[in-house]
Structure formats: structure tokens, C-alpha cells
């Protein structure tokens, strides 16, 4: 077990540093226990959690590992907001507080008399939830005295143990889909002015040694023709060709046919706005949702290679309406556009329903002004249970809880919003 040794330092401005930290971490417990007080309240009884299964009623969450208690999903979505937090960020931190209270009571005890900080017991807590219930235990019993020393490789391997010993063929079923992580991501959303994005991948070994070979060869081929770019951006840019011309693998034929791909070169739709009035200021890119330099616009048109096509604007305060159930795709287009995201508070998935915000049946015309885009799980929510919203003005919503909070989402584009009324002058004393 730690000694916890209480020093005073010489230094005020130290001090006070240690009583802000001291006092953060007594709130952050109080919210710990806040959140529990909160989930016995609503904590589903065994009949009720029957109950709870029917989607039609309310899904039954079960947020911590096999023996924490059972939570309604609606309810939650509330919690989630109170918090400040996405729902899916709301819903990881209570799953985390109930791991943490009913599967790991040694390092709850040791939180609660804060000798280990909130966000190192619940980073342990997201590792044992995998875990049943002996596991679980064994890893509270062997890392809760140690934590403040242990190193988070000492915490994977107490968990991997418990799993071994636990539960085999999860621990096998685990060490199979290692295989199965590689990815290739390319972060589009997080695009800024600078007209750059990142990318991550995880490769098979031999594909990353494919990979780094084609990457060197164009990046010295870009030098032989006159590049005086340096190499870190002659491999990027080698990258980009190599994603322009290899539109389609190649396994078959060994080739690329024009049938298949449609020829080489750019096949991207940007939807930009640009403030007409003011040419000098940054654009607004919808794909990405970020601000974009006028000049970068004109690069990218200006790229060899690049067919340019313009297209009607889109006019986002319109109300195009048809008769039948399902929108047109010029409906579509312009919800997307004006919504990008889920419209729930707190909300940013992209795979998404165009929900009728009056139900087609009670007479909810299939129009702009009357869909808007929410996930499934907040699709539900509206559908099912007490959740409201109304589309103020387009892309302006405001919901109310089942508790009767209120929140305001505005899903408008910077560049087509009102500008906000000056402040009135202050009275001079």
C-alpha cells in the first residue's frame, strides 16, 4: 500500500498549485459518486430488465462487465448530456463507473479515499470489462495496491493472465483477430486551411515493404523530372499519384481498364461556400466541415488531371417536398448538406437516418424543413421515448429531454449564419 506524505512548500504559487490539484481530484470523485447515486436510481430490476430487452420498449444497456447492474438506454442519453459528454462518451464513462464500483471494490476503495486518480482506475476498468467475473476480481486483488506504481504494460499483462486462466477461448478468439486490426485511415475531417490531412495505417508486413519500396521509387522518380520538393513531401505526393492512377486493383487483368474505372484522374465533388463579398477571407468546405484558402481551391482546379465540373448551387434554406414516404435524392443532397452529422446534442455520427421530425403518419410532409439526419440509437430514442426536437429555422434544432432539459444544436455553416448583433454600448458611470 502507498504512504501518502503531505509536504508544504515554501512557495505559495506551489502550494496553491497542489490545493487546486488536490481539490480537482475531490470533485472528480464527487462526479464518480454522483454518477453512481444516479444509476442505482435507475437501475432496472430483473423483471423490469425483461422488459428492457423488447427495442420497442427500451434497450437494455449493459455498459460494465458480467454482474453490474443494467441500465435503460433513454434515460442514459440524459446522463451522457449532463455531463457535457457525446452519448457515446457519456455511455463509456458510466459503463467505466460501474465496473469500477461493483467488479473492482479494492480500487474503488482506494479512489474514494483518493489514493489512485479517476482516470488511472477507469483506464484499468476498460481493460477488465472483457473479463467474468473471477477475472475481474483477480486483476482488483493484484493491481489495487500497486497501481501507483504499476506501468500500464504491468496492467495488460495481470489482465491477459486473468483472461488465460478465465476464460481460454475468448483469450485464443483474441489472439486471432489480432490479425484482423490492419487498417487504412484517412482523416478527412480533420482538414484545415493548410489543405493537408493525415493518414494511419496498420499493415501486413509484407504490403508496408510493397508499400515503402513504391513510395521511395516515386519520390526519386518526382526528383529526376525536376522536383526540388523535399523527400517527406515527394513521398506524399507519390502517394497521391499512386491513389489517382491506381483506381482499381489490378488482381485480375493486371491492368486497369477505362470500363471498370472510368479513366484516371480526380472523381471528387467539393461543395465549397465562399463569401462573395468578402473574396480575401477562407472558404467553408462541406465535405471535410472545415475553413479552406481560396488559393487551395485553386490549386486543386488547377491540378493536371483534374476535370472540373460546376454544378447548380445548392440552396440550403430551401423546402423541395414530394409526396411519397422516401426523399428524393435532391432532398437528400440538401439535408446532408445542411446537417452533415446526426443532429442529436452531442452527436457527430455520419451513418445516419433522415428521420421525419412529424411523423410521415401524423401528416409530416417528406420535405427539407420537416427531415433531419440522426443515428440509429438517436432515432430510436425520438421514436420510442420521450425525446423531442423541432427544426427552429434550417439546421437549427432545439430538443428536450425526457427530464425536460432543453438543449440547442446548430448544425449551419459558419459562413451562413447571422452574424450576431453588436453588444449595445456600456452606460458610462
Known amino acids: 500500500m502507498s504512504t501518502r506524505t503531505r509536504t508544504h512548500s515554501s512557495d505559495p504559487l506551489l502550494e496553491s498549485v497542489r490545493a487546486h490539484r488536490d481539490d480537482e481530484s475531490r470533485v472528480q470523485v464527487a462526479k464518480l459518486n454522483a454518477v453512481l447515486d444516479w444509476a442505482s436510481v435507475n437501475?432496472?430490476?430483473?423483471?423490469?430488465?425483461?422488459?428492457?430487452?423488447?427495442?420497442?420498449?427500451?434497450?437494455?444497456?449493459?455498459?460494465?462487465?458480467?454482474?453490474?447492474?443494467?441500465?435503460?438506454?433513454?434515460?442514459?442519453?440524459?446522463?451522457?448530456?449532463?455531463?457535457?459528454?457525446?452519448?457515446?462518451?457519456?455511455?463509456?464513462?458510466?459503463?467505466?463507473?460501474?465496473?469500477?464500483?461493483?467488479?473492482?471494490?479494492?480500487?474503488?476503495?482506494?479512489?474514494?479515499?483518493?489514493?489512485?486518480?479517476?482516470?488511472?482506475?477507469?483506464?484499468?476498468?476498460?481493460?477488465?470489462?472483457?473479463?467474468?467475473?473471477?477475472?475481474?476480481?483477480?486483476?482488483?486483488?493484484?493491481?489495487?495496491?500497486?497501481?501507483h506504481t504499476c506501468s500500464w504494460a504491468q496492467v495488460d499483462r495481470a489482465v491477459d493472465a486473468a483472461r488465460a486462466k478465465h476464460d481460454p477461448d475468448e483469450a485464443e478468439r483474441r489472439r486471432k483477430k489480432a490479425a484482423e486490426n490492419r487498417h487504412a485511415d484517412v482523416h478527412?475531417?480533420?482538414?484545415?486551411?493548410?489543405?493537408?490531412?493525415?493518414?494511419?495505417?496498420?499493415?501486413?508486413?509484407?504490403?508496408?515493404?510493397?508499400?515503402?519500396?513504391?513510395?521511395?521509387?516515386?519520390?526519386?522518380?518526382?526528383?529526376?523530372?525536376?522536383?526540388?520538393?523535399?523527400?517527406?513531401?515527394?513521398?506524399?505526393?507519390?502517394?497521391?499519384?499512386?491513389?489517382?492512377?491506381?483506381?482499381?486493383?489490378?488482381?485480375?487483368?493486371?491492368?486497369?481498364?477505362?470500363?471498370?474505372?472510368?479513366?484516371?484522374?480526380?472523381g471528387v465533388t467539393l461543395y465549397c461556400h465562399l463569401d462573395a463579398e468578402h473574396p480575401d477571407l477562407p472558404g467553408f468546405l462541406d465535405n471535410t466541415w472545415s475553413p479552406v484558402l481560396i488559393e487551395q481551391i485553386r490549386a486543386w482546379c488547377q491540378q493536371a488531371g483534374t476535370k472540373v465540373t460546376v454544378k447548380p448551387v445548392v440552396d440550403l434554406a430551401a423546402d423541395p417536398v414530394t409526396d411519397a414516404y422516401e426523399?428524393?435524392?435532391?432532398?437528400?443532397?440538401?439535408?446532408?448538406?445542411?446537417?452533415?452529422?446526426?443532429?442529436?446534442?452531442?452527436?457527430?455520427?455520419?451513418?445516419?437516418?433522415?428521420?421525419?421530425?412529424?411523423?410521415?403518419?401524423?401528416?409530416?410532409?417528406?420535405?427539407?424543413?420537416?427531415?433531419?439526419?440522426?443515428?440509429?440509437?438517436?432515432?430510436?430514442?425520438?421514436?420510442?421515448?420521450?425525446?423531442?426536437?423541432?427544426?427552429l429555422r434550417p439546421g437549427l434544432y432545439h430538443w428536450t429531454s425526457p427530464t425536460g432539459a432543453t438543449y440547442l444544436v446548430d448544425r449551419r455553416s459558419p459562413l451562413l449564419r447571422p452574424p450576431r448583433p453588436p453588444r449595445p454600448p456600456r452606460r458610462q458611470p
Open 327 to 391: 426523399p428524393t435524392d435532391a432532398i437528400r443532397e440538401l439535408v446532408r448538406l445542411r446537417d452533415h452529422t446526426c443532429v442529436f446534442p452531442g452527436c457527430n455520427r455520419r451513418r445516419v437516418d433522415l428521420d421525419h421530425i412529424i411523423p410521415f403518419t401524423a401528416g409530416g410532409p417528406t420535405s427539407a424543413h420537416n427531415l433531419a439526419m440522426l443515428c440509429r440509437r438517436h432515432h430510436r430514442a425520438k421514436t420510442h421515448s420521450r425525446w423531442r426536437y423541432v427544426m
Open 188 to 266: 478527412l475531417g480533420d482538414a484545415g486551411t493548410s489543405g493537408t490531412v493525415e493518414m494511419t495505417a496498420t499493415l501486413d508486413l509484407a504490403d508496408a515493404i510493397d508499400l515503402e519500396a513504391a513510395l521511395k521509387n516515386g519520390a526519386q522518380a518526382l526528383a529526376d523530372l525536376g522536383s526540388t520538393e523535399t523527400l517527406d513531401v515527394r513521398r506524399s505526393q507519390a502517394l497521391g499519384e499512386m491513389g489517382r492512377h491506381q483506381l482499381a486493383l489490378d488482381l485480375l487483368t493486371g491492368e486497369i481498364t477505362s470500363e471498370i474505372t472510368g479513366g484516371t484522374g480526380r
Open 43 to 147: 437501475t432496472a430490476d430483473p423483471d423490469e430488465t425483461a422488459a428492457l430487452l423488447d427495442p420497442m420498449e427500451e434497450p437494455a444497456l449493459h455498459l460494465g462487465g458480467p454482474g453490474c447492474p443494467v441500465i435503460g438506454e433513454y434515460a442514459a442519453l440524459d446522463l451522457a448530456l449532463s455531463l457535457g459528454m457525446s452519448t457515446d462518451g457519456g455511455l463509456a464513462y458510466l459503463g467505466k463507473a460501474l465496473e469500477l464500483r461493483y467488479r473492482l471494490p479494492r480500487l474503488y476503495a482506494r479512489v474514494v479515499k483518493l489514493e489512485v486518480p479517476v482516470w488511472k482506475a477507469f483506464r484499468v476498468a476498460e481493460h477488465t470489462m472483457s473479463l467474468p467475473a473471477a477475472g475481474a476480481t483477480e486483476v482488483d486483488k493484484d493491481i489495487a495496491p500497486f497501481l
